[in-house]
């Protein structure tokens, strides 16, 4: 069998308060073009499907649109777990009526141990979804003895291992963070000081694991552990990211290959940088003009309303950054400010080591000026 893994869509997601949603759609679209072109048996979304636990009325429109493409036009089962954005519950409504439709929403921790079944010509696959849990809810859940994110995983892992068939090829779901992986500044935290890290042990024994919450495609263990990444780029730290889905195919003794289906954004996150003259000329013959921009402007002179500029010929410029002003981490301004130096001396000390270069004779026959006035100022008020 053939399906597609996919994950952290975060429908209704706001990016410095722009919203995404027609970005969001239109990387939908690429995927239901790669289950056509690739005759997939299922669609697998390994949580976060929303932004936040209440999405906005546009956002779960959409989403309601998308999914009933996938399961009316293309009759296409699918099957998706919460993660930590969304509302279990709320994801969850209605899940035993939908699984008639083939949708299938796994969102309860009670659920782990029920497997959607697909039968393919390759024969039967099973799933099994871990949605997005802390040690509190799995206590509350299995009434066990748990204290870790890594302990209350681990425990309903077992629980499948326990239940599953042998002989036939097994899937697991989960929305985590597996210690080790990359993570992106997108993504919320899960817990504070890393406690929400979970080993990739336990899933080893499976034949596929589909992981969710980390927004970087990538795998950690073994590389049938994997994470699809998220639909889009949702900070500029994500910015040299690959994003897509991935294409899995299993047989009846496991699995056979994985392969990464880019996905094209309408309006990509980039970071340019460079002076303002060159970035301004380069802008009025770029295609990509409407993208998302992260720009860091080299120039050393003051600049009259930069972001105004940029803005004519990049208009989505969300962030600007000025690289002279910017220190590197942990150095120090020092200057003698003892009496036996004068003012002039004091800030052009000052000035070399943000700038990097002395003041020119302009610059210094200026401050000169200014160190004069204010002296007569502050003299004449004695």
Known sequence: MKFIHTSDWHIGRLFQNISLLEDQLHVLKQIKNYAKVHQVDALIIAGDIFDRSVPPADAVEALDHFLDEISSELKLPIIMISGNHDSSKRLGFGASHMRLSGLHILSQLSDVIKPVIIETATGTVHFYGIPYHDPVEVREAFACEVSTYDEAHTFLVDQIKQVRVAGVPSVVISHCFIDGAEESESERPLSIGGADRVSYQPLEDFDYVALGHLHGPQYKGAEHIRYSGSLLKYSFSEYLQNKGVTLVELDENGLVATEHLPLK?????????????????????????????????????DILDPLGQLRKVYPNTLQ?????????????????????????????DFFKQVIGHDLTEEQSTLLLDIIAEAKGVIEGKE
């Open 265 to 301: 954004a309408q309006k990509n996150l980039r970071i340019i940088e460079g002076l303002l003259d060159d970035i301004l000329e380069q802008g009025k013959d770029d295609p990509d003009n409407e993208d998302y921009l992260f720009i860091r402007l080299l120039d050393k002179q």
């Open 320 to 348: 600007l950054e000025r690289t002279q002003f910017i220190l590197s981490k942990g150095s120090q301004l020092k200057a003698d400010v003892s009496l036996k130096r004068t003012e002039n001396q004091v800030f052009n």
